[in-house]
């Protein structure tokens, strides 16, 4: 599918934000919504957000709101919805070509296709009935995937292949194990997960993982930010964390994407390498990629357990994760086939949802946390919310006021026109 330049007067970023992990939107999408639709819709301009993964099952994507539609809400704010399939539990088959073909239309009128993202982490015992991941789940959720996409494609939209996690490549393979038609033809794109947990973004190639580079106190009081003062931010202590970074099983020279076999491009924000290389390989070109979660989220870390942790950065903090969430979309800017990334997540309570409250970038957690710059508490839109504004005089905000001003002017135009 092409990207239009613009949709609704707003140019398209690679800028996206995953919506509250529920399948109804009135918690946010109606008027009477403790933060209601008109505030979301400007905080999102704002931060020149052009993309938003919604979960929906049966109609609720449909849903009317003061007349209109929740995704033509969207649309009309230039923001493009890409709706993350959450009606039918595995090993039970696609049964929404109908509710493709209502989107086709809609979208159609912003020449656009409707991105529906068919289940969302196969592998995960949650996308199956009684969380039970048959032996042979990979050959039954590819033959379901395959026929949904085709009925998602004759509806008039645009099927996605959720990310794993995990896939091994050697025994799971997406692009091998699916028809080369819906690749090869932009028929079909794939949804990568990539999440930094903890990580920088240039791991597994950065200092630290390839040499062992130490950090100072003062490097890591940075790190820290306005958290640098509690004490329990401090995990590991400075001795400690060099220690880790020096001990030879963590340490890895000589990073592989994939020899065949095996790749050090997993858990971490570049795992989305891994699948482009797949996808090359087996293709010969590269596959449209929408990262439909992933990103960093506060004190996550890659492994499991207090001696399977990677403990060699400090814990991201709110404006840590805001960082590295400006610098990855500089990246997926630069990429073409990567068209848009929806970090996990914009709020859940205070869209209707539930849960993650430490992963929000508008909620209650951290809402107490003192700006150290401003002297003022965080409250509900956490840093990244605000970085992504871009302060006044930046460069950011001198290219989103171009930007903001050229969409006004091909709306006046079209308009006129």
């Not at 965080?378 to 969409?407: C, E, F, N």
Request: aromatic residues 12%; hydrophobic residues 40%.
């Amino acid at each position: 599918m092409e990207i239009p330049a613009a949709v609704s007067g707003r140019r398209v970023t690679p800028r996206g934000v995953h919506f509250q992990p529920s399948d109804y939107h009135g918690g946010w999408c109606s008027s009477s919504a403790p933060w209601p639709r008109a505030y979301w819709l400007d905080l999102l301009q704002a931060m020149g957000i052009s993309w938003a993964v919604l979960l929906y099952s049966g109609r609720s994507a449909l849903e009317l709101f003061d007349g209109k539609e929740v995704v033509r809400w969207l649309l009309d704010a230039g923001v493009i919805p890409v709706l993350r399939y959450h009606t039918t539990l595995l090993p039970r088959s696609f049964q929404g070509a109908d509710i493709v073909r209502e989107l086709a239309d809609i979208y159609a009128d912003y020449g656009l296709k409707p991105p529906v993202q068919l289940w969302n982490e196969p592998g995960n015992p949650r996308e199956w009935v009684d969380s039970d991941v048959p032996a042979g789940w990979w050959g039954t959720f590819v033959n379901l995937w395959i026929s949904a996409a085709q009925q998602v494609v004759a509806a008039g939209g645009w099927p996605g292949f959720p990310d794993g996690p995990d896939y091994n490549y050697t025994e799971r393979h997406p692009f091998r194990d699916t028809p080369r038609w819906l690749w090869v033809n932009g028929h079909a794109w794939f949804g990568v997960h990539p999440y930094g947990l903890g990580r920088p973004l240039a791991y597994p190639t950065d200092a630290v993982s390839r040499l062992g580079t130490p950090i100072t106190e003062a490097e890591y009081c940075a790190a820290l930010d306005d958290l640098a003062g509690r004490p329990e931010w401090w995990d590991p202590p400075v001795a400690e964390m060099n220690a880790l970074r020096q001990d030879p099983n963590w340490r890895n020279p000589d990073p592989v994407l994939w020899d065949g076999q095996r790749s050090n491009y997993t858990a971490c924000w570049w795992s989305w390498r891994l699948v482009d290389y797949q996808a090359r390989d087996v293709l010969g070109q590269a596959v449209p990629l929408i990262a439909t979660e992933g990103g960093w989220t506060p004190k996550a870390r890659a492994g499991t357990g207090p001696g399977g942790q990677d403990r060699r950065w400090p814990l991201d903090t709110p404006k840590g994760i805001g960082r590295k969430t400006l610098a990855a979309f500089e990246e997926v800017a630069a990429t073409p086939c990567f068209l848009a990334a929806c970090p996990w997540i914009l709020a859940t309570e205070d869209m209707g949802g539930s849960g993650w409250p430490d992963d929000c970038w508008h909620g209650w957690a951290f809402s107490d946390i003192i700006d150290q710059d401003t002297g003022e508490p965080y409250g509900r839109l956490k840093p990244v919310g605000r970085m992504l504004q871009a302060p006044p005089g930046g460069v950011g905000a001198a290219i989103d006021r171009i930007v903001t001003a050229q969409g006004r002017l091909d709306g006046a135009l079209a308009a006129l026109q």
